[in-house]
Each structure stands twice: as structure tokens, then as C-alpha cells.
């Protein structure tokens, strides 16, 4: 027995890559579903016990619906180097392609990409085979983000290399077909962790946090909280020289993992959204991917919905809470990246005591209140997705994709969830052949972007 928590229960691995057909559907899955919901999370070898969660070998897990079918699962490990011992680092320096390959996958100019921050991207088959490391036709010579922001206006894909050595931040722009059309290195960023980040219609936006590059820290993830470290918000406007004009703003302390977006409101201030944790949270939460002591009975401890209002021409930035639940993994519907958004949706996790169940929550920015659809005892949503209904106008006006890990069944589910009302029966419910690990980050990809 292993006593590293994402060893266990919902985080433990599978040991083979398997494909299962003709899956078993309850209820109707609507047509606008033909594609794969494609889902990423570190997945060791039997036998191997990694030194931190996040260094864990990725493992893409696919679902393919079509004429209100569900077609296939299969899951695949990403074939890099690291899944067979590869170091990261090596006598010439760090190797890029040694990656884990394990936080995240999306779609751009028709290309299947899993991610991790600290490599290059590696490019899937639409059936979920390593096609191998992808460097944008040799453009990209440094580390891309795991969370990269396609605008969906421009189809420009906006993305970043972060470093705990100089040059500590770049930021780079794709066109819409997958091409790299400009890099720019962002003055004054520091060496503090940088996860993600958000754009808006005229502006990019970094976060840096607490947290920072700490050589005493051994799990293979080298950072750690800074008390003497005060938060900051970077803004840089887009197009070329953008990043020679960044300005920096000072904030509380604090540390944001994943952000739900950012716009800019009637008044032209710069609003962004997403949780946000605390020095003791973010411990707790250390603790668990790392399986120390004190640690919290969940991988996320007190991190909660934050919303900070940059005011460019007064030169501040006001920072609120704006709700009590523990909370991670925010999504929204994507054709509002950069735009105010109405809706937001999040996983909230049960208190650091782990009293409570796993929920999938509903914001409505428009109205402060919040809708709460409980999964139940032993039961483990994964991150939402939202995929838009062929004929609605509202912003709303769709589905919500989740995966429930059941460890009362030793099973897995797809829940095709009313995105409009969250209290609503399933609108479509596929059994899955296996119980899927719980997972990270994940893109639905209609047929079309793969065509």
C-alpha cells in the first residue's frame, strides 16, 4: 500500500491502455455532441511512485460521440521520452521533449496538443497515438504553458514561456492556422510560479503570485510559498511592442492557480476572475501532491472565488472575495474568452476536514447567486465543459461534460448535464468500460476543428 494520496481512491492509476466500443447511453445525447471530450491527468507506470503529483507520466483518456452515440473510449499514455525514464535535465541543459505531458490538451489549427508547462507540446493522432514533440515548425524554442487562451474573435492563440531563470516570461501569438507570429519577452516578471493567465480584447494579463522559485525544495517541482513575496498583476497590451509597455500592480498576498477569465467592463477597467488561495491553503494543499504530513484530505484547500478590478488610469487594483465555497478548476463558455462573461462554472471540493461532497457549481456574475449540483458520497466530478447548443442565443444555452469517478461502483460515467439548469436530470448519461482516474484538464473538439 502507497501512501501518496494521488496514489489512491479517485487519483489511482490505470495500468493499461485499453479501447472499448458501442458504449452504453441512457437518455439522449443531443446532435450538436459529434466529436471526442478529451481529458489529460498523470497516470504512472505500475510500480513507479513519482516524487510529486504533478510529475506523474500523462495519460489522455477520449471519448468519441456521433449520431447520438457514443462510439469508442480509449486511453493512452503521451509517448515522450519521460515515459520511459528520459531526465529532464541533462549534460546539455534541460530537454523539452522530455515531458510528462500530463495537464492539459486542446485543439489549435487542427492539431491535437498535450501539455505541460515545463516542455514542448507533443502532438495525438485523432485516435490519441503520440505523433511526437511539436515545436510550431521550430518557432518555439522554450517551454509553452499547459493553458493557453485561444480568442475567439480572432482564432489567435495567445500562450507563454515561464522559467524560474532568466528570461522569466514570453509571450507568444499564433495565427488561427498554427503559426507563431510574434515573441516577446515581458520585462519586470520575476521568477515566481506562473500557471496561467488571461487575455482580454485589448489586454494579456499574468499573475504573480507567492509563490516562487524555491532550490530547497526537493519533490521535483522546485517552488515554494514566500512570505516576503507580495502578489502582482502584470498588464501588456496586445500587438507588437505590447510587452515593452507592461505595467505591473501590487497585490495582497495570495496565489491563483487557474483563472476563469478577464474582460474589460463599460468603464474600461481590466476584471479578473478566478480562485484564489492563501498561504495556509496553499501548504495544505502542497502537502497533498507532494503526500507530506498536515496536509489537507483534498488536492485543493482553501482556495476561493476572487475577482481583482484593474483601474489602468487611477493606477490600482481592488481585490474581493466573492464567494465562501472551496473551489477550483473554473470554466466558462469559451466564445466569451476576453468578454464579460455571465456564467462561470467551478468544482467545489468538501472542507479541508473532508466533511461534505464533491459539487459542481454555477455562477451567475449578473445576479451573485450560485446553482450547486451535488455528484454524492464517494462520487468525483472532473473539471466541466461546456459545449454549446446548436440553436441557443443565451450564454448558457448548452451542455456541461463532466466524468464522475464512482468509488462506490468501481466505475466511470460521462454526465451530459442541462448547462442552463444544473438541478435538471441528466440530459444524457454514457457508461464508461473502466473507472477513469480522476483527471485535470481537459477540451471538448468538435469533428470539424479536426477535419
Not at 482564432?155 to 510574434?182: N, Q, T
Request: glycine letters at 10%; one cysteine or more; hydrophobic letters at 35%.
Amino acid at each position: 500500500m502507497t501512501s501518496k494520496p494521488y496514489l489512491t481512491g479517485h487519483y489511482t492509476p490505470v495500468a493499461d491502455e485499453i479501447t472499448a466500443t458501442g458504449l452504453t447511453v441512457e437518455g439522449t445525447l443531443p446532435p450538436e455532441l459529434t466529436g471526442r471530450l478529451i481529458r489529460n491527468s498523470h497516470n504512472p507506470k505500475p510500480g513507479i511512485t513519482p516524487t510529486h503529483w504533478f510529475k506523474g507520466s500523462g495519460m489522455v483518456h477520449g471519448i468519441r460521440l456521433r449520431d447520438g452515440r457514443a462510439e469508442w473510449y480509449r486511453n493512452r499514455w503521451v509517448h515522450t521520452p519521460a515515459l520511459d525514464g528520459a531526465p529532464y535535465m541533462t549534460e546539455k541543459g534541460p530537454d523539452l521533449t522530455a515531458s510528462t505531458a500530463g495537464t492539459h490538451v486542446i485543439e489549435h489549427g487542427g492539431r491535437l496538443l498535450a501539455l505541460c508547462e515545463a516542455n514542448l507540446p507533443f502532438e495525438l493522432t485523432a485516435d490519441l497515438e503520440t505523433v511526437g514533440a511539436y515545436d510550431f515548425d521550430g518557432r518555439l524554442t522554450s517551454a509553452m504553458t499547459a493553458h493557453p487562451k485561444e480568442d475567439p474573435v480572432t482564432g489567435e492563440l495567445h500562450f507563454f514561456s515561464s522559467s524560474p531563470f532568466p528570461p522569466y516570461l514570453i509571450h507568444h501569438v499564433a495565427s488561427a492556422d498554427g503559426r507563431v507570429l510574434e515573441s516577446q519577452e515581458v520585462p519586470g516578471a520575476g521568477p515566481a510560479l506562473k500557471h496561467d493567465f488571461a487575455i482580454t480584447e485589448h489586454h494579456v494579463v499574468f499573475l504573480e503570485g507567492s509563490v516562487t522559485f524555491d532550490p530547497a525544495e526537493h519533490s521535483g517541482i522546485p517552488y515554494g510559498w514566500n512570505d516576503a513575496q507580495a502578489s502582482r498583476i502584470g498588464v501588456l497590451p496586445r500587438g507588437a511592442g505590447g510587452a515593452g509597455k507592461v505595467r505591473w500592480f501590487e497585490i495582497g498576498q495570495g496565489y491563483a492557480m487557474h483563472l476563469a477569465n478577464a474582460y474589460e467592463d463599460a468603464r474600461g477597467r481590466i476584471v479578473v476572475e478566478g480562485p484564489s488561495v492563501g498561504r495556509a491553503g496553499w501548504q495544505r494543499s502542497w502537502n497533498w501532491w507532494v503526500g507530506a504530513p498536515d496536509r489537507g484530505a483534498e488536492p485543493n484547500s482553501g482556495s476561493r472565488s476572487h475577482r481583482w478590478t484593474i483601474d489602468l488610469a487611477a493606477g490600482r487594483v481592488r481585490e474581493e472575495e466573492t464567494d465562501d465555497l472551496t473551489v477550483e478548476f473554473p470554466t466558462i463558455n469559451d466564445a466569451f474568452v476576453g468578454r464579460a462573461h455571465r456564467y462561470q462554472y467551478a468544482l467545489a471540493f468538501p472542507d479541508d476536514l473532508g466533511v461534505g461532497n464533491h459539487t459542481l457549481v454555477k455562477y451567475d456574475r449578473a445576479t451573485g447567486e450560485r446553482q450547486l449540483r451535488p455528484v454524492g458520497t464517494g462520487q468525483l466530478p472532473s473539471e466541466a465543459v461546456f459545449v454549446a447548443s446548436a440553436d441557443g442565443a443565451d450564454e448558457d444555452a448548452g451542455y456541461l461534460l463532466t466524468v464522475v469517478s464512482d468509488l462506490n461502483a468501481d466505475a466511470s460515467r460521462l454526465l451530459v448535464l442541462d448547462a442552463s439548469d444544473l438541478t435538471r436530470p441528466p440530459v444524457a448519461t454514457v457508461h464508461l468500460p473502466r473507472r477513469v482516474p480522476a483527471m485535470i484538464h481537459g477540451s471538448w473538439i468538435p469533428d470539424a476543428d479536426l477535419a
